[in-house]
T-cell receptor
Framework: GENVEQHPSTLSVQEGDSAVIKCTYS??????FPWYKQELGKGPQLIID?????GEKKDQRIAVTLNKTAKHFSLHITETQPEDSAVYFC???????????FGTGTRLKVLA | SQTIHQWPATLVQPVGSPLSLECTVE??????LYWYRQAAGRGLQLLFY??????ISSEVPQNLSASRPQDRQFILSSKKLLLSDSGFYLC??????????????FGPGTRLTVL
């Protein structure tokens, strides 16, 4: 079945630096790739997503890139701020399956 | 606007006791509904999903069950809890017909501790 690997599991950066989180997926039929941010004790919230017909998408300080050939996608956060500290999850899904396969998460710490 | 509610927020139960967690969605009709479990420091594991009333798909064999008695109500149950059932349980919904190609919206979660 579909598998999503996410790296690193923890990431510490200085405030103002960039953070990059990478995910790889196994099912070439996957066509939707959301990224979620989860703060302590809360449910995950979507921060950005990308579909397989697009190579890159940007929303202010957050961007996601997708390489369909290599089956990997990445989250880029620029000018990090302390409020970016959270656990980030990537996911992959295929139209019609109703299922997301989530990565294992990355705990990002932004040091002031 | 749509909102999703889960209760209780926290729950401490003894081993062998029953469980009932409830999730309701407001502001939409015929949503796809999901139950996930998140173990401490781990990712999200899909337990059940439903595309309509009375339709439940199970992803992982376990001592849990799910039911959808009403369009916007999703219930997670167990007859006898195990220690391994401890975790953070999340309910989510997505628009009807979107399959997995649309956003899933998560509830606030229920933290279950089985002692």
């Amino acid at each position: 079945g579909e598998n999503v690997e996410q790296h690193p599991s923890t990431l510490s950066v200085q405030e103002g630096d960039s953070a990059v989180i990478k995910c790889t997926y196994s099912d070439s039929a996957s066509n939707y790739f959301p990224w979620y941010k989860q703060e302590l004790g809360k449910g995950p919230q979507l921060i950005i997503d990308i579909r397989s017909n697009v190579g890159e998408k940007k929303d202010q300080r957050i961007a996601v890139t997708l390489n369909k050939t290599a089956k990997h996608f990445s989250l880029h956060i620029t000018e990090t701020q302390p409020e970016d500290s959270a656990v980030y999850f990537c996911a992959a899904s295929t139209s019609g399956t109703y299922k997301y396969i989530f990565g294992t998460g990355t705990r990002l710490k932004v040091l002031a | 606007s749509q909102t999703i509610h889960q209760w209780p927020a926290t729950l401490v139960q003894p081993v062998g006791s029953p469980l009932s967690l409830e999730c309701t969605v407001e502001g939409t009709s015929n949503p796809n509904l999901y139950w996930y479990r998140q173990a401490a420091g781990r990712g999200l594991q899909l337990l059940f999903y439903s595309v309509g009333i009375g339709q439940i798909s199970s992803e992982v064999p376990q001592n849990l069950s799910a039911s959808r008695p009403q369009d916007r109500q999703f219930i997670l149950s167990s007859k006898k809890l195990l220690l391994s059932d401890s975790g953070f349980y999340l309910c989510a919904w997505s628009p009807p017909g979107a399959g997995a190609s649309g956003e899933q919206f998560f509830g606030p979660g229920t933290r279950l501790t089985v002692l």
